[in-house]
């Protein structure tokens, strides 16, 4: 058999122009890399008005014009070289790093693939200049008299390497992408004017201002519902959270800021998802802006030649901050209203008015670490702006299965006060009054909102009282629950369950949690091994067990309550920590206020 001879590979030093180009494969990945790549650099520049045009999905031309410091005529070619940056001088700079961009590396490598004109004037300067560099050769440098700021046009972008453009999504997702980045930057920095015209069309425009102004720009009328985060400590957490009532298909509504810088984290998704744990449907996800600050010693940000990934020092701390404010904000969430539509039909409409947290989304919880669709930006008159399906611009139908007005007089959970009820309409509405007003209430999802927050809270205070049954429940398992069974055992002694194996396939219940008596302990444990099976953290699957657990033992829409027990349940659902969502995230009750009762009615306002 022939043998084979094999050389050693010989190591070259790579050409410039291909080291330009690999490095510029890490930094702009597509068009959206280019546009937060110059707004970051204005932005660190102190600007206060940004302009923003592409065409052409951004591989025809990227456009963005500042009023920033700007840029020493002699030191404009610099910034375009690889590794040239005004904002770091030494590597123990790294560590507190609180600008946006300093690895010197986005003009360079946006330059290597692109035809790149960079003009310059620095404030209080009478002439500027200009620098215009075609994948990575300068081909012409002048005098500029524009405007002081900075203006950066991009054209023909990955022309360089054609084969990057096979790999771009459709216009309308790029597009998307950037609409994405400029929102980001006008929630992050609202003060700051922002633009943006896509295809000559103007897409997005905010004036500059306070943080509502932002929220109004990009997430419409339903900013006007938003719940404001203040939290400080040596962790301050703000920003502003949408209300349980409203929410999404998917995670891209939450944007995440640590020290000005948009962020991806998962454990910080986890926090945020955490304080609404109980007040959403399954599969539905808050929105709005989280903003962290936090000592720049004590956060990596130089993970991801991207920046937009960050690490740090405390995650638990940082997660365990994020949870608390979210869950404070969620605090002053209001009651549903119902609304008399504007429109004059004939029909009655729930107005979104949400519910305050449960108990399992306070402080304390924890997790392992485990992100944000807005409505679609709005121009200057409110139009909204189509920006397709990127995890941020969704269309109208997202707000969740209750959209209508709001009150104008929201109602929070002490405003409440006490129910007194009424009586109940034939087996299913709890009626009752309150001071405001005429409450309608929902007794299977009233129900198990109490269990549910009776549960957490024995199970945070390690007590796990169990009910025992006068005959013990005998359950049929296949291989895969009895497997569960043996894994999750403690947990399940914990929930108040009292279970042993009897036999190869079967176990034995004797004791259920304290209050189910009334459910069907096989089936209820059937599927409580089931639901353990997803896995998740325990503090997810404790969540999950209680949820279960309540609505088996709640009682039934439809069943007759006498009238003690309606006012006992009445008592027990005010008294329970959080507000008013079953822990599916439906409303246990609906308030008819004086002025709603009015309009239907037809009588004059007092």
Same mark, same amino acid.
């Given at each position: 058999?022939?043998?084979?001879?094999?050389?050693?590979?010989? /190591?070259?030093?790579?050409?410039?122009?291909?080291?330009?180009?690999?490095?510029?494969?890490?930094?702009?990945?597509?068009?959206?890399?280019?546009?937060?790549?110059?707004?970051?650099?204005?932005?660190?520049?102190?600007?206060?008005? @940004?302009?923003?045009?592409?065409?052409?999905?951004?591989?025809?031309?990227?456009?963005?014009?500042?009023?920033?410091?700007?840029?020493?005529?002699?030191?404009?070619?610099?910034?375009?070289? +690889?590794?040239?940056?005004?904002?770091?001088?030494?590597?123990?700079?790294?560590?507190?790093?609180?600008?946006?961009?300093?690895?010197?590396?986005?003009?360079?490598?946006?330059?290597?693939?692109?035809?790149?004109?960079?003009?310059?004037?620095? $404030?209080?300067?009478?002439?500027?200049?200009?620098?215009?560099? +075609?994948?990575?050769?300068?081909?012409?440098?002048?005098?500029?008299?524009?405007?002081?700021?900075?203006?950066?046009?991009?054209?023909?972008?990955?022309?360089?390497? =054609?084969?990057?453009? +096979?790999?771009?999504?459709?216009?309308?997702?790029?597009?998307?992408?950037?609409?994405?980045?400029?929102?980001?930057?006008?929630?992050?920095?609202?003060?700051?004017?922002?633009?943006?015209?896509?295809?000559?069309?103007?897409?997005?425009?905010?004036?500059?201002?306070?943080?509502?102004?932002?929220?109004?720009?990009?997430?419409?009328?339903?900013?006007?519902?938003?719940?404001?985060?203040?939290?400080?400590?040596?962790?301050?957490?703000?920003?502003?959270?949408?209300?349980? +009532?409203?929410?999404?298909?998917?995670?891209?509504?939450?944007?995440?800021?640590?020290?000005?810088?948009?962020?991806?984290?998962?454990?910080?998704?986890?926090?945020?998802?955490?304080?609404?744990?109980?007040?959403?449907?399954?599969?539905?996800?808050?929105?709005?802006? @989280?903003?962290?600050?936090?000592?720049?010693?004590?956060?990596?940000?130089?993970?991801? =030649?991207?920046?937009?990934?960050? $690490?740090?020092?405390?995650?638990?701390?940082?997660?365990?901050?994020?949870?608390?404010?979210?869950?404070?904000?969620?605090?002053?969430?209001?009651?549903?209203?119902?609304?008399?539509?504007?429109?004059?039909?004939?029909?009655?409409?729930?107005?979104?008015?949400?519910?305050?947290?449960?108990?399992?989304?306070?402080?304390?919880?924890?997790?392992?670490?485990?992100?944000?669709?807005?409505?679609?930006?709005?121009?200057?008159?409110?139009?909204?702006?189509?920006?397709?399906?990127?995890?941020?611009?969704?269309?109208?139908?997202?707000?969740?299965?209750?959209?209508?007005?709001?009150?104008?007089?929201?109602?929070?959970?002490?405003?409440?006060?006490?129910?007194?009820?009424?009586?109940?309409?034939?087996?299913?509405?709890?009626?009752?009054?309150?001071?405001?007003?005429?409450?309608?209430?929902?007794?299977?999802?009233?129900?198990?909102?109490?269990?549910?927050?009776?549960?957490?809270?024995?199970?945070?205070?390690?007590?796990?009282?169990?009910?025992?049954?006068?005959?013990?429940?005998?359950?049929?398992?296949?291989?895969?629950?009895?497997?569960?069974?043996?894994?999750?055992?403690?947990? /399940?002694?914990?929930?108040?369950?009292?279970?042993?194996?009897?036999?190869?396939?079967?176990? $034995?219940?004797?004791?259920?949690?304290?209050?189910?008596?009334?459910?069907?302990?096989?089936?209820?444990?059937?599927?409580?091994?089931?639901?353990?099976?997803?896995?998740?953290?325990?503090?997810?699957?404790?969540?999950?067990?209680?949820?279960?657990?309540?609505?088996?033992?709640?009682?039934?829409?439809?069943?007759?309550?006498?009238?003690?027990?309606?006012?006992?349940?009445?008592?027990?659902?005010?008294?329970?920590?959080?507000?008013?969502?079953?822990?599916?995230?439906?409303?246990?009750?609906?308030?008819?206020?004086?002025?709603?009762?009015?309009?239907?009615?037809?009588?004059?306002?007092?």
């Amino acid at each position: 058999m022939a043998g084979t001879v094999s050389t050693a590979a010989e /190591i070259r030093r790579l050409p410039q122009s291909v080291a330009d180009a690999i490095a510029a494969g890490e930094v702009v990945e597509r068009p959206a890399s280019v546009v937060k790549e110059l707004l970051e650099n204005a932005i660190d520049s102190g600007a206060s008005s @940004l302009d923003v045009v592409v065409d052409g999905a951004g591989t025809v031309r990227i456009r963005v014009a500042d009023d920033g410091a700007g840029i020493q005529p002699e030191q404009l070619p610099l910034a375009l070289a +690889r590794h040239a940056t005004s904002k770091i001088r030494l590597a123990a700079d790294l560590e507190a790093v609180r600008t946006l961009g300093f690895r010197g590396e986005a003009l360079a490598s946006i330059a290597a693939i692109a035809d790149v004109t960079i003009a310059s004037r620095p $404030r209080g300067a009478s002439a500027g200049a200009q620098v215009r560099v +075609r994948h990575g050769e300068t081909v012409e440098e002048g005098s500029w008299g524009g405007p002081a700021g900075t203006l950066v046009e991009v054209l023909d972008l990955f022309a360089a390497t =054609p084969a990057r453009l +096979r790999f771009l999504r459709s216009d309308r997702a790029e597009i998307a992408a950037v609409l994405e980045v400029v929102s980001d930057v006008v929630l992050i920095h609202p003060d700051v004017r922002v633009t943006c015209t896509i295809d000559s069309r103007a897409r997005l425009r905010s004036r500059g201002g306070s943080l509502d102004d932002a929220l109004r720009c990009i997430f419409g009328p339903d900013s006007s519902e938003m719940l404001a985060v203040a939290a400080e400590g040596d962790i301050n957490v703000g920003g502003a959270i949408s209300e349980p +009532r409203r929410h999404r298909g998917t995670r891209g509504g939450l944007v995440l800021v640590v020290n000005g810088r948009r962020v991806h984290n998962r454990s910080l998704l986890a926090a945020a998802g955490e304080a609404y744990r109980g007040l959403v449907p399954a599969g539905r996800h808050p929105f709005g802006v @989280l903003s962290v600050e936090i000592e720049p010693l004590e956060v990596d940000v130089n993970v991801h =030649p991207t920046k937009r990934e960050v $690490r740090f020092r405390d995650e638990r701390g940082v997660f365990a901050a994020v949870q608390r404010a979210c869950w404070r904000a969620l605090q002053g969430a209001s009651v549903y209203h119902a609304a008399w539509p504007l429109s004059g039909g004939a029909e009655l409409g729930l107005a979104d008015a949400g519910s305050a947290p449960d108990a399992p989304g306070g402080p304390g919880e924890s997790v392992p670490t485990g992100a944000p669709g807005r409505t679609q930006p709005t121009d200057e008159t409110g139009r909204a702006v189509a920006a397709g399906d990127a995890g941020r611009a969704l269309a109208a139908g997202e707000t969740g299965p209750i959209a209508q007005q709001a009150p104008a007089n929201r109602t929070t959970l002490r405003g409440l006060g006490r129910l007194r009820a009424l009586g109940q309409q034939e087996g299913r509405w709890l009626l009752a009054t309150s001071a405001a007003g005429v409450v309608v209430v929902d007794p299977h999802a009233a129900h198990e909102k109490v269990l549910y927050s009776e549960l957490i809270a024995q199970w945070r205070s390690g007590s796990s009282a169990g009910q025992l049954l006068l005959i013990p429940a005998l359950v049929d398992c296949d291989a895969r629950r009895m497997e569960l069974f043996s894994v999750h055992g403690e947990l /399940i002694a914990a929930c108040g369950f009292s279970v042993d194996a009897f036999g190869p396939t079967t176990l $034995r219940c004797t004791a259920v949690p304290a209050g189910a008596s009334a459910a069907d302990p096989a089936r209820l444990l059937g599927e409580l091994l089931d639901s353990l099976g997803a896995g998740g953290p325990v503090t997810e699957q404790r969540h999950r067990a209680a949820a279960l657990i309540a609505c088996h033992a709640a009682v039934r829409f439809g069943d007759e309550l006498a009238a003690d027990e309606q006012q006992r349940l009445l008592d027990r659902l005010v008294e329970a920590s959080g507000g008013f969502a079953c822990p599916h995230g439906r409303p246990a009750l609906a308030v008819f206020d004086d002025a709603t009762l009015r309009r239907i009615f037809r009588r004059p306002a007092e």
